[in-house]
């Protein structure tokens, strides 16, 4: 079994910036991509970033390029989340999922969620 817990939400003003971070517990593995998605409310769970394994290939979503990069360490089963010059509308919860394939996709159903932190962007 395996247990994904995110940290490092928050309220910031816009422009600002926080770094999230998800680590992994349990039956760990560096070979597994790692992603970020966010669900604001009402809305459908939403895409944000994804690494592959070696953390040498990343993919991120229109809304949040040039501004958020995505990394990991696999020394410490963690990966992150640098959002810089926050936007209101990126006020969501933030999810961490371990995939089992690298891809860009809403649910696969080797996917391995946390349960989320909030981000909260004033404006």
């Known amino acids: 079994q395996v247990e994904l817990v995110e940290s490092g939400g928050g309220l910031v003003q816009a422009g600002g910036s926080l770094r999230l971070s998800c680590t992994v517990s349990?039956?760990?593995?560096?070979?597994?991509?790692m992603g970020w998605f966010r669900q604001a409310p009402g809305k459908e769970r939403q895409f944000v970033a994804i690494i592959n394994g070696a953390g040498s290939t990343v993919d991120y979503a229109d809304s949040v390029k040039g501004r958020f990069t995505i990394s990991r360490v696999n020394a410490k089963n963690t990966v992150y989340l640098q959002m810089n010059n926050l936007k209101p509308e990126d006020t969501a919860v933030y999810y961490c999922?371990?995939?089992?394939?690298?891809?860009?996709?809403?649910?696969?159903?080797?996917?391995?969620w946390g349960r989320g932190t909030q981000v909260t962007v004033s404006s």
């Open positions: 999922v371990r995939r089992g394939a690298y891809s860009t996709s809403s649910r696969l159903p080797s996917d391995s």
């Open positions: 349990g039956r760990t593995s560096s070979s597994y991509p």
